[in-house]
C-alpha cells in the first residue's frame, strides 16, 4: 500500500507528464454503466478491452481497443475503435453503438499533460456522412467543436476500492448551437478514468463507473462457457 501510494506522488510531482501507459497496455476496464432519461433508467456491465496493439490509424497512431456489453465478443478480442496515450494527452473514443451511439454527439474523454489546475484546451471533431442526424439537426459536413478545463482535484469513492481517490476533475462543453452537451471525467493516473459522465444531444446522462482492472486471461472462450452476462437487452442490440 505504501508503495503504491509513493508512486502516485511521484506522478503527481512530475505533474502527470510521463506516458502512463494505462489504454496503451492489454488489460480490460470493467465499467458500470448507467442510462437516465426522462422515464426510464438503465444499468449493466460494459468493457473497455485494450489491445495493447496499434490501431491502423497512421494519421493519429492510436492504439486499438473495444468497447462492447458482450463477453463472446470481448472474447474474440477484434477492435472496433481507437485511444490516443502520449506523453502530452490521453484521447479515447466513447462507447458509440448501439444506445451508447448519442456519445458521438458529446465531447470524447481527454486529459492534457501536464494536468494543472485551471489549464484550459479546446477541440474540433468533424463528424461525416455515417454520423448525420436529422433527428437532432446535425449534418454529415459539421464539426462539433468542445471547450475542456481541469477543473478540480477530487476525491473519489471509486467502486472497486474502500479507499477514496484522489482524481482530476475534467470537464468539456460543447460550443456548438446544435446541440448543448458535455463530458465530466474524473481521472487517476494509474487507473485512468474512474468515472465519466456524459450529458448528451437527446437530454439522456450516460454514466460509466470503473469497477475492475482486469487480465485478458479472464476472458478466454474457456473460462467464459458456463458464465452468464448480466447484461440488460433492449431492441436497440
Known amino acids: 500500500m505504501k508503495t503504491k501510494l ?12 510521463a506516458n502512463c501507459q ?11 454503466y448507467s442510462i437516465l432519461s426522462k422515464n426510464k433508467s438503465i444499468t449493466g456491465k460494459l468493457y473497455l478491452g485494450c489491445l495493447g496493439k496499434p490501431w491502423p490509424d497512421k494519421i493519429h497512431k492510436q492504439m486499438a481497443i473495444i468497447w462492447t456489453t ?22 479515447m473514443h466513447p462507447p458509440r453503438d448501439g444506445v451508447f451511439s448519442v456519445l458521438e454527439y458529446s465531447p470524447f474523454p481527454e486529459i492534457r499533460f501536464p494536468a494543472n489546475l485551471k489549464k484550459k484546451w479546446s477541440m474540433s471533431l468533424a463528424l461525416g456522412k ?5 433527428e437532432y439537426g446535425i449534418a454529415a459536413d459539421d464539426t462539433l467543436r ?70 485478458w486471461s479472464q476472458y478466454t472462450s474457456g473460462n ?7 447484461i440488460p437487452k433492449n431492441g436497440t442490440y
Open 70 to 91: 458482450e463477453l463472446k465478443e470481448l472474447s474474440q478480442r477484434i477492435y472496433n475503435t481507437g485511444v490516443i496515450e502520449t506523453k502530452e494527452r490521453i484521447w
Open 146 to 215: 468542445y471547450t475542456y478545463e481541469v477543473k478540480d482535484k477530487k476525491l473519489v469513492a471509486p467502486i472497486f476500492s474502500s479507499n477514496k481517490i484522489e482524481c482530476f476533475q475534467i470537464y468539456a462543453a460543447s460550443t456548438n448551437l446544435k446541440c448543448t452537451t458535455s463530458f465530466t471525467g474524473f481521472f487517476d493516473p494509474k487507473f485512468g478514468f474512474i468515472q465519466m459522465i456524459f450529458r448528451n444531444i437527446d437530454n439522456t446522462i450516460i454514466e460509466l463507473d470503473l469497477m475492475s482492472i482486469d487480465d
Open 224 to 230: 467464459l462457457l458456463f458464465h452468464i452476462p448480466e
Open 22 to 32: 494505462i489504454y496503451s497496455k492489454a488489460a480490460v476496464y470493467v465499467y458500470k
Open 6 to 17: 509513493v508512486s502516485v506522488l511521484v506522478l503527481v510531482i512530475l505533474g502527470l507528464n
Open 130 to 134: 455515417y454520423w448525420e442526424n436529422k
